[in-house]
């Protein structure tokens, strides 16, 4: 374990914590492949009374599938303990533009939760969309990125779930939606407004339903871009992982650096049984 330097946001120790808000991919899995550590961490968390959220900017899963998901890897939760861009991005969309048709590029997680919130979410063929909403789609093809295009082009408003450059799976960091993101700007001239970390919508949330206050949670995360950044402009204490996607020598040259790193899950447990005593 390192330790930052604490910012005036940060506890004297992990002690001090009384909640989390965690990141999933990176953190808790690879793809389909567990990290080390992971069940016995949820089992030290409930022991000690520590409370949670789930909080990923992965909008492609609803948070029904990421409990069942859980579950296969012997980790139970409830949907309420789950929070995706996609939630919080339904949750924006229907407070600035209710009723809106919606071209979106993404899988299920991010569709469910705009119907969900009273969204119309069009058809492929469709070029009529007031919104393009633009979430990591494994399934992309030409004829999603062109209609995207087009929309966007006739002025639909470009909203994204996040902006993570990169993925990690068990077969190595791959794209993010962000590259889409790239992709439609370059073609349109569009610029999307982001919804999930680092912009403070998902850590609110997450906060109000925990009931917590920032100085008594924290957030775990692998990126310092998305989860250690958004943790220091919602004035929280954060974890860095290095089981995902940010190296010890760039956490080190952070202008934001974290709280606390570990290089995973396993480290993590035992400083913060051996803190509590």
């Not at 600035?96 to 119907?115: D, N, S, T």
């Not at 997450?206 to 917590?212: F, H, Q």
């Not at 570990?262 to 400083?271: D, K, Q, S, V, W």
Request: proline share 5%; aromatic share 6%; net charge negative.
């Amino acid at each position: 374990m390192t330790r930052a330097a604490p910012g005036p946001e940060a506890p004297h120790s992990l002690a001090d914590l009384r909640a989390l808000i965690i990141d999933i991919d990176g953190v808790l899995w690879r793809g389909d492949t567990a990290l080390p550590g992971l069940a016995a961490f949820f089992a030290f968390m409930r022991e000690r009374g520590i409370t949670f959220r789930l909080a990923t900017n992965n909008a492609s899963l609803t948070p029904a599938a990421y409990v069942a998901k859980l579950a296969r890897f012997g980790v139970h939760a409830a949907e309420e303990e789950v929070l995706t861009s996609a939630l919080a991005t339904a949750a924006y969309l229907r407070r600035e533009a209710p009723g809106a048709k919606v071209y979106v590029i993404g899988e299920e997680g991010i569709q469910q939760a705009l119907r969900e919130a009273g969204l119309r979410v069009v058809s492929e063929e469709d070029l009529t969309a007031d919104i393009v909403v633009c979430s990591m789609d494994r399934g992309l093809n030409w004829t999603k990125l062109s209609n995207a295009t087009i929309s966007l082009r006739r002025g639909a408003r470009f909203v994204a779930t996040n902006a993570d450059m990169t993925f990690p799976t068990e077969r190595g960091i791959t794209h993010g939606n962000g590259a889409i993101l790239a992709a439609l700007s370059a073609a349109s001239g569009a610029h999307p407004t982001v919804v999930g970390k680092p912009e403070p919508l998902l850590y609110e949330m997450a906060l109000a339903s925990l009931s917590r206050s920032p100085h008594e949670t924290a957030a775990l995360g692998d990126r310092l871009e998305t989860d250690i950044l958004g943790a220091h402009r919602a004035r929280m204490p954060s974890i860095l992982v290095l089981s995902g996607v940010a190296s010890a020598d760039e956490a080190a040259r952070a202008a934001c650096p974290p709280s606390w790193v570990f290089t995973g899950l396993p480290e993590l447990t035992h400083a913060w049984r051996s803190a509590l005593g």
